[in-house]
């Protein structure tokens, strides 16, 4: 890189690293809790994709009932904390609380989630969840992030001996790397993953499907697999300079700081970021908070049709993000590395048929911004090499595999999926969602096979 | 211009908010910054026989976040000698001469023992003296407070003792822990008190402790009953004073106590009979001060409502209390919703469903949960409009025209005129005829 940003003092790391929500006390959870109107029925447990039974887990913190508070969300979901601490709470159970349709501000769910569960951590994780004997059967996960742990536990709770294969060498998927550390530390999804080893889940890691063990083999040695494989690498801008030392993908530069050497990681005096999404908002701000001086980020839309939320977009307007709406990246300047970034401005057409505004180029309108970094940030594509190779697995046009929406069974009855690779890309939560749903395809599956071979 | 000054008993002050007899009237300190902060009288904590108190006596019973809902004590009466009380209530009438000072008292109960203590009470100078008959804990084992209180016959003539030789106005202090009220007042009317006072605390564990299994408050592992008091006891204390306030052979002057934490709480007392008002636990929990808000929201709603002096809304509400048997059986209510201010919380419904009479519908409207009340079963228990955390999104509505009207001691007396006897049958006739259904 030709101009690295100097290293910050460690106070300074540490202020800008801390927890964006600070936990509650006990006393301030009991008070937020008591404000619940304990609805029936109620519009939050509808908003959250798993259904967690929000009035009840809160009611539960108002009595002082912890323990069953945190058993009634683990019912819905498996890495409840790191729902707390990433979901887009706004958006889902937070937004539809009846607080808001009243006029006030709405009960902080997701903080309320977080306590019940950091207790539960801190007490030890003490045994509150039915285990069946082992029936015997096997099943093979792979992928350790939500949808995988979620499925895990499920299944190994229903008496199943399962194995998740996982290529990292730390488990927990995005959960433990793809999360900004001010909104939730690695040790945090660590700990999930833990839980889910406690019901006996066997977690092998640095384990390639494909290449460190064969499908073939995966599936002679299963009675089911559940593919949690997420997504894969940030798709190539193709443009010219990309090669350029000090261009990297935002997931792989996201990883870099939740690893232990995380203050080492270097960021360029100023830093460009391609794309609009929430994971350009946590690169961004990730970089600006480790010592750049200035953060852009092009985006070739407007503000309204970029996906970042909200309260992302106000995240990064506070730490000072420069935004470049209308804008596209030409190509990548430098000798060896990178020293600025040709763009040109874009205008956005009438909406077509299907209510999209496609961005043309303004000719003449090329400018060149002077950065030190660019940070890819435009999706993550799917992993469709390997899923093309499972046997009987069927992908959509975009390379998503196609399972049934009730029981997550692939086009091979035998292998179910859920999460990232299903859905191309949604919240935790979804996949924490999926991952159970799985389970249950599964169990009903391999129940109904029992039941045939007696 | 809006004037606030009461006459309780012959026992003047500038407004209706006094001390109550408690561990806030404890001293002359206490006592003069009560006043300096605007109180209108006090009552002086008893003082009597010699006592000692234990050191933890206080439990508190707090509810959904809300401290002190309700305040226990075994506080016993007075613990500092009897001479520095009396010097420093001479003290605090002379610094106060416009404030009310009103002096509670307890001893044995013997006739020259009452006489002494009551012709030095009078040597203070203070402005009247309250009779201890409530004090539930402490003092009862040893056959005052409540143990007295509890017994008409003794109410009456320790106050006969009393009033036979005091020259400043009686007031006889009531317990709640009796079954009919009305009995003890009677006593001390009968026994010449000038006004009584009500209530004195009730009796009352205040909780257990789940990791010791020790009583609260907790003394050395001991526990017992005591004095209940604060907001939750305010109910209780508004039904005991409208039926001694109600009683024709009592008709004395009532002083108010139990749970007022603030001026809309005195104008109930004060509405039910009260002549003026006094204070404890809300002063307890949150210092003299909170007297400013009671003279000024109490001014601002005279104000209001044109009113001048509370003379003239004393006991307005009297007239309304009646017999079951006299409440109108035909005035029909029931709820209604209203759709633009719920906010699908669907508390209604499942009250009602689940304990009421299952009259209202849940339904999915445009992806959210819609509540609607199906009238016709709708007996107009206003249970739902209570759990609505909304205010005015469910009201009762009343559907009758007013034509017909029937009291359950009138149907009674119709059905023995036409000689038909109370049966289910005949009820049934009565009901559908008013299209009243009942599942």
């Known amino acids: 890189m030709k101009n690295i940003a100097p290293k910050l003092q460690a106070d300074q790391y540490e202020r800008n690293f801390s927890d964006l929500h600070p936990p509650f006390t006990q006393n301030a959870a009991t008070t937020e809790a008591l404000r619940c109107l304990y609805c029936y029925d109620s519009p939050c447990m509808k908003a959250c994709p798993t259904h967690i039974d929000i009035s009840t887990f809160i009611k539960k913190i108002s009595t002082g009932n912890l323990l069953g508070s945190a058993k009634t969300i683990y019912q819905s979901n498996w890495v409840p904390l790191t729902c707390a601490k990433a979901c887009p709470v706004d958006v889902l159970c937070e937004g539809a609380c009846v607080y808001n349709v009243k006029g006030e501000d709405p009960i902080q769910i997701g903080r309320l989630q977080r306590f019940v569960i950091e207790n539960y951590f801190e007490k030890g994780m003490p045994t509150i969840f039915d285990k069946l004997p082992n029936n015997g059967k096997s099943v093979g996960i792979v992928g350790s992030g939500p949808a995988g742990l979620a499925c895990g536990a499920e299944l190994a709770l229903l008496g199943y001996v399962v194995t998740i294969y996982e290529a990292n060498k730390i488990p927990g998927g995005l959960n433990t790397w793809g999360i900004a550390p001010y909104k939730m530390r690695r040790e945090d999804s660590l700990k999930e993953v833990e839980l889910v080893k406690s019901f006996g889940v066997d977690i092998k890691t640095e384990v390639m499907i494909g290449k460190t063990v064969k499908v073939d083999d995966l599936l002679k040695q299963h009675d089911a697999v559940f593919l949690g494989v997420g997504l894969g690498e940030s798709p190539q801008l193709s443009i010219q300079g990309e090669e350029l030392s000090g261009v990297i993908g935002a997931l792989d530069f996201i990883e870099k700081v939740k690893t232990e050497n995380w203050k080492d990681v270097n960021v360029g005096k100023k830093v460009a970021v391609i794309g609009a999404g929430n994971t350009s908002i946590d690169a961004a701000t990730e970089a600006k908070r480790l010592g750049a001086e200035q953060v852009y980020i092009i985006y070739r839309r407007s503000d309204v049709e970029m996906s970042a939320y909200e309260f992302e977009y106000q995240l990064a307007k506070k730490d000072g993000i420069v935004f470049h709406f209308l804008t596209s990246p030409k190509q990548i300047i430098g000798k060896d590395s990178v020293e600025g970034i040709e763009c040109v401005k874009m205008k956005l057409e009438e909406p077509d048929i299907r209510g999209r505004r496609k961005p043309i180029p303004i000719s003449g309108s090329e400018f060149t911004i002077n950065v030190d970094m660019v940070i890819k940030a435009i999706g993550q594509e799917t992993k469709s090499n390997f899923l093309s190779s499972i046997p009987n697995v069927t992908l959509d046009e975009e390379g998503c595999v196609i399972v049934d929406q009730t029981s997550y069974q692939t086009t091979n009855p035998k292998i179910f999926a859920g999460g990232d690779c299903i859905n191309g890309g949604k919240e935790v939560v979804n996949a924490a969602y999926d991952g159970k749903r799985a389970a249950q395809g599964i169990h009903a599956f391999l129940s109904d096979q029992s039941k045939g071979e007696k | ?439």
């Not at chain 2, 610094?95 to 001893?107: I, K, T």
């Not at chain 2, 056959?143 to 106005?169: D, L």
């Not at chain 2, 009968?190 to 006072?197: E, L, M, V």
Request: include cysteine; charge should be negative; aromatic fraction near 6%.
């Open chain 2, 1 to 439: 211009m809006v004037d606030l000054s009461v006459n309780c008993a012959g026992i003047k002050s500038p407004n209706p908010f006094w001390l109550a007899s408690a561990p806030p009237s404890n001293s002359a300190y206490q006592n003069c910054k009560a006043f300096e902060k605007g109180w209108g009288g006090t009552v002086w904590k008893t003082i009597g026989e010699p006592v000692m108190n234990v050191f933890n006596r206080y439990g508190g019973l707090d509810y959904n976040g809300q401290k002190i809902f309700g305040l226990n004590n075994i506080e016993l009466i007075s613990d500092r000698p009897i001479e520095t009380n009396f010097r420093e209530i001479a003290e605090t009438k002379k610094l106060w001469p416009d404030r009310a000072v009103v002096v509670s008292l307890m001893v044995e109960s013997k006739r020259e023992t009452w006489h002494e203590i009551v012709k030095r009470t009078i040597d203070t100078g203070c402005d009247g003296i309250e009779l201890n008959y409530g004090c539930p804990h402490g003092m009862s084992e040893r056959g005052m407070g409540a143990a007295v209180g509890q017994v008409p016959e003794y109410c009456k003539m320790i106050t006969e003792w009393v009033t036979e030789i005091s020259t400043i106005p009686v007031l006889v202090k009531l317990t709640p822990n009796v079954s009919n009220i009305q009995l003890p007042a009677r006593a001390a009317k009968a026994a010449g008190a000038n006004g009584i006072t009500l209530i004195n605390t009730i009796n009352s564990i205040i909780g257990v402790n789940l990791d010791t299994f020790e009583l609260k408050p907790n003394v050395g592992g001991k526990g017992g009953h005591g004095g209940y008091a604060g907001p939750a006891v305010k109910p209780i204390a508004l039904h005991l004073l409208s039926q001694v306030a109600i009683d024709p052979e009592v008709n004395l002057p009532i002083s108010g106590i139990g749970g007022i934490s603030n001026w809309r709480d005195a104008l109930e007392f004060i509405l039910l009979g009260s002549s003026n008002v006094q204070v404890c636990t809300a002063v307890m929990h949150h210092g003299f001060r909170i007297v400013e808000d009671m003279i000024d929201g109490m001014t601002n709603w005279m104000n209001e409502k044109g009113i001048t002096s509370l003379d003239q809304i004393r006991g307005k509400s009297l007239p309304r209390i009646d017999n079951f048997g006299n409440f109108d059986l035909l005035n029909r209510t029931i709820a209604r919703i209203d759709q633009q201010k719920c906010i699908h919380c669907n508390l209604c419904y499942v009250a009602c469903e689940d304990t009421a009479h299952q009259c209202i519908d849940l339904t999915e409207e445009n992806g959210s949960s819609k509540t609607e009340v199906r009238e016709k079963d709708c007996v107009g228990c206003a249970l739902c409009s209570l759990v609505c955390p909304v205010e005015n999104c469910i009201s009762m509505v009343r559907i009758d025209d007013g034509s017909a009207s029937k009291t359950w001691n009138q149907l009674n007396e119709e059905f023995r005129k036409s000689g038909k006897q109370m049966t289910w049958e005949e009820l049934a006739k009565f009901q559908h005829k008013h299209g009243i259904e009942i599942h």
